[in-house]
C-alpha cells in the first residue's frame, strides 16, 4: 500500500478541504468533517467534473406529504456542473447509493494526514 501524507491536521479545519495530486492517480478532494477526514477522487460520475470544486451542504430529507426536511448540513458535496449530490463520508450519491464517487481511507497519524492507496 502507498501513502501519502498530504497535509497536517490544522492545514484543513472542520468544514474545510484540501485537494491535492497524487502521481498516477489525479486529483483527490480531502475534507475534514466535525474532525473526521475523508478523501474522494475528485471526478464526478455524471460527466467527469471536478467534483471537489463544489459546493458543500446538505439536502433533503425524507419526510411527510407536503412536509421539507431538510438536515445533513456540512456532509453533501454538490457538484459544480450539474448538481449531483455525494455523501461526503462514502462518496454515494443522494439519489442513488451505486452512483458513486471514489473513496479512499484517509489515516491521521501525529498530526499527519495521510492517504492510503492500494
Not at 7 to 23: D, L, N, Q, T
Not at 57 to 77: F, M
Amino acid at each position: 500500500m502507498e501513502r501519502h501524507v498530504v497535509a497536517r491536521a490544522e492545514e484543513i479545519p472542520p468544514g474545510g478541504r484540501k485537494i491535492v495530486r497524487i502521481p498516477k492517480r489525479g486529483e483527490i478532494g480531502v475534507f475534514n468533517l466535525a474532525g473526521t477526514f475523508y478523501a474522494l477522487k475528485n471526478t464526478c460520475a455524471h460527466q467527469g467534473s471536478r467534483v471537489c470544486l463544489g459546493k458543500i451542504v446538505g439536502t433533503a430529507l425524507p419526510s411527510d406529504v407536503y412536509e421539507y426536511k431538510y438536515g445533513r448540513e456540512g456532509e453533501i458535496l454538490r457538484c459544480p456542473w450539474h448538481e449531483w449530490e455525494y455523501d461526503i463520508r462514502t462518496g454515494e450519491s443522494v439519489f442513488d447509493p451505486k452512483v458513486r464517487v471514489t473513496t479512499y481511507p484517509v489515516e491521521v497519524v501525529d498530526g499527519a494526514v495521510t492517504l492510503v492507496l492500494d
